[in-house]
């Protein structure tokens, strides 16, 4: 399985942007790069994903390098309800990659 | 957008008891559906896939008699933890895929207790 690296914590400020990077090496042709979150005590939600282009939503945007090997999930303005657990994750869903398996994910602590 | 619906969202049982945990898409179709348990401070850990009308596949290590899954149609499957024992007690989450694969949407968790 395609695996992807995250580091283990990030720290930012209340209003300032944040960028959480993610490498991919080995990510095949065919994997879409997905993010989600996890606050305290609940389920993950779903955040962005791409493919080769970089992606905007109202929840953030994502950058993806040209080989594809590395992303950046950008908020545009941390708040402190952004204070989450956030997980990158390779997947396919037309082949053998599509299990939604996390891995330990960065967690955000946000600053007031 | 698509909304995944778990209950019940906290359950205290007894030891040797079974306890249901229901997941249900509420607005899509759910080819597929994954169940995760989550120990304090840890990763989702993958249990179980369930594809609707067919048996679910478990991940390894997971023991299929234990944590019965079903996944009757296309809005709803359960989790079943038979015989619970104190080392069950988790917290529980699903997911569900539709047809047109835009990602995938979680439940709210179930967060077992057994005394």
């Known amino acids: 399985d395609a695996k992807t690296t995250q580091p283990n914590s990030m720290e930012s400020n209340e209003e300032e942007p944040v960028h959480l990077p993610c490498n991919h090496s080995t990510i095949s042709g065919t994997d879409y790069i997905h993010w989600y979150r996890q606050l305290p005590s609940q389920g993950p939600e779903y955040v962005i994903h791409g493919l080769t282009s970089n992606v905007n939503n109202r ?18 303005r941390a708040t402190l309800r952004d204070a989450a657990v956030y997980y990158c994750i390779l997947l396919n869903s ?6 939604l398996t996390f891995g330990k994910g960065t967690l955000l602590t946000v600053n007031p | ?22 997941c249900r898409s509420l607005d899509f179709q759910a080819t597929t559906m994954f169940w995760y348990r989550q120990f304090p401070k840890q990763s989702l850990m993958l249990m179980a896939t369930s594809n609707e009308g067919s048996k679910a596949t478990y991940e390894q ?18 989790l079943t933890v038979t015989s619970a024992h104190p080392e069950d007690s988790s917290f529980y989450i699903c997911s569900a895929g539709d047809r047109d694969f835009y990602g995938y949407t979680f439940g709210s968790g179930t967060r077992l207790t057994v005394v």
């Open chain 1, 59 to 76: 929840m953030a945007s994502l950058a993806i390098a040209e080989d594809r090997k590395s992303s950046t999930l950008i908020l545009h």
């Open chain 2, 1 to 22: 957008g698509a909304v995944v619906s778990q209950h019940p969202s906290w359950v205290i049982c007894k030891s040797g008891t079974s306890v249901k945990i229901e």
């Open chain 2, 61 to 78: 290590g997971v023991e299929k008699d234990k944590f019965l899954i079903n996944h009757a149609s296309l809005t709803l499957s359960t």
């Open chain 1, 94 to 99: 037309g082949g053998s990659n599509y299990k």
